[in-house]
C-alpha cells in the first residue's frame, strides 16, 4: 500500500523558514500532481501548493512568493521550502499525491499523509 510520511514541522517565530518534506512509500502510478494542502485551526482544509506532472505549479494566494513546492522523482520526496512565515501559516501541513487509477482513465486517486504540525508564532 501506498503512505506517505511529512516530516519538518515544528515551532518557528514568525519570519523564519521551515522545509516540509514528504516521503512517498510504494509504487504510485500514473501521478497527476503533488501537492501541499493545510488545515488551520478551526478552518476546513485548503490547498496551499500544487504541481502538476509537467512541472507547472500553483500557489494559494496567501503564499504566494513565499512558500515553493518542489519534487525529487528519483528518491520519491515532495517537499514544501516555507520562507517569511507568518502566524496565520499555523497548522497541520499534509502531503498529497493525486494519480490514475490506471492507464488512460479518468478515475483518480488521492494519497495522503498523516500531517506535521507547523506553528508559527508572533
Known amino acids: 500500500q501506498v503512505q506517505l510520511v511529512e516530516s519538518g514541522g515544528g515551532v518557528v517565530q514568525a519570519g523564519g523558514s521551515l522545509r516540509l518534506s514528504c516521503a512517498a512509500f510504494?509504487?504510485?502510478?500514473?501521478?497527476?500532481?503533488v501537492g501541499w494542502y493545510r488545515r488551520a485551526p478551526g478552518r476546513e482544509r485548503e490547498w496551499v501548493a500544487i504541481?502538476?506532472?509537467?512541472?507547472?505549479?500553483n500557489y494559494a494566494d496567501s503564499v504566494k512568493g513565499r512558500f515553493s513546492i518542489s519534487r525529487d522523482y528519483a528518491g520519491n520526496m515532495v517537499y514544501l521550502q516555507m520562507n517569511s512565515l507568518k502566524p496565520d501559516d499555523t497548522g497541520v501541513y499534509y502531503c498529497n499525491y493525486n494519480a490514475r487509477t490506471r492507464a488512460f482513465s479518468t478515475q483518480r486517486v488521492d494519497y495522503w499523509g498523516q500531517g506535521t504540525q507547523v506553528t508559527v508564532s508572533s
Open positions: 510504494g509504487n504510485i502510478n500514473g501521478i497527476t500532481a
Open positions: 504541481q502538476a506532472s509537467g512541472g507547472a505549479t
